[in-house]
């Protein structure tokens, strides 16, 4: 039976649930990922960890974040239907996730490092 490999976001966390680090790893198993980064799990500043297929955590953050052309068209004032509406939103910083047909903003003071890092490898995916 083979075994798919998925990429996985890494977070970890102080005894305060603060986030310590964050660290994609691409193309691993679960199994594969969770060795590769046994290491910076137990380092002594970690507390608690977590590994969650980066798939799952862009849903959650399209879920969290996320607003439709529509929404996003009345927060900017602008009309969603205008041929330029996609490229005022990119000039903008807001950055689409063509699988949940949402924009989010590529830069927000409510992000914390985990969302920082989900934006970073969605812009990563978007370009290829």
Known sequence: M??????WIFTSYDENDNI????VVRGRTEHEAEDELSIEANKEDNFDW???????EIERFADEHG????????????DETDPGFSELAIGLDYIWIPKHHVWVAEN?????K???AVIEYIKVENSR
């Not at 310590?20 to 660290?23: G, S």
């Not at 927000?108 to 914390?112: H, K, R, V």
């Open 50 to 56: 977590t590994l969650v297929n980066l798939l799952d």
């Open 2 to 7: 083979e075994t798919k490999s998925f990429d």
């Open 67 to 78: 607003q439709t052309d529509s929404e996003l068209a009345t927060s900017l004032g602008e």
């Open 108 to 112: 927000s003071a409510l992000y914390d």
């Open 114 to 116: 985990r969302d920082d």
């Open 20 to 23: 310590n680090d964050v660290i």
